[in-house]
């Protein structure tokens, strides 16, 4: 694959942590449809304080940037979606953010690139659900044209000491090759 750009869909206390983390070794750009969120954080400061100040403004310093204008992530080639799965009063998951974020992904996602879902989801929804809505959009087949992966979230909000640089990492792709590829980002 060509040098890797990533975009992280939504920047709340999974995505951003995340973002800045991947910032440090690839080219990255946080995309979030909230625009004061992105106004807040392009400005160096996070009010979920996941991320301190220090380490966002030297991300942004570094190249990071934050945005909520899609045209600024099409030359983007590995997507990262960490938008939330809230519940409803039933506790039933709402997908609508994993929709909306894969309508983004379709509208941007080119021959060869991946998309990798981080949000919590339960078993089958990144194939059954999310891919689908990718491959509408986008006009392309999926493990022909694009691929996929997951990656769980694994972060709890407010905790300072299992933070995203320390917790372990579980990946997986749509064929071994991908699953490999993912693992190695």
Excluded: W
Excluded at 87 to 106: H, K, Q, R
Excluded at 143 to 169: L, M, Q, W
């Amino acid at each position: 694959m060509k040098e890797v750009k990533i975009c992280v869909i939504g920047l709340g206390y999974v995505g951003l942590p995340l973002a800045r983390l991947f910032s440090t070794k690839y080219k990255t750009v946080g995309f979030d449809m909230n625009q004061k969120r992105v106004e807040a954080l392009m400005a160096g400061h996070d009010a979920t304080l996941e991320v301190s100040d220090e380490l966002l403004q030297s991300a942004i310093d570094n190249g990071f940037v934050c945005t909520s204008n899609i045209d600024e992530i099409r030359d983007c080639n590995f997507y990262v979606v960490a938008v939330p799965t809230p519940v409803d009063e039933n506790n039933n998951p709402d997908l609508t953010p994993l929709y909306g974020a894969s309508t983004t992904v379709g509208k941007v996602i080119s021959k060869g690139d991946v998309v990798v879902y981080e949000s919590t989801v339960y078993p089958g929804v990144t194939e059954d659900e999310c891919i689908p809505v990718v491959e509408k959009v986008s006009g392309l087949k999926f493990n022909e044209d694009f691929f996929a992966g997951y990656s769980p979230e694994r972060i709890n909000p407010g905790d300072k000491e299992h933070t995203v640089e320390k917790i372990k990492k579980v990946t997986s792709g749509s064929t071994p090759e991908v699953g490999q590829f993912v693992n190695d980002v």
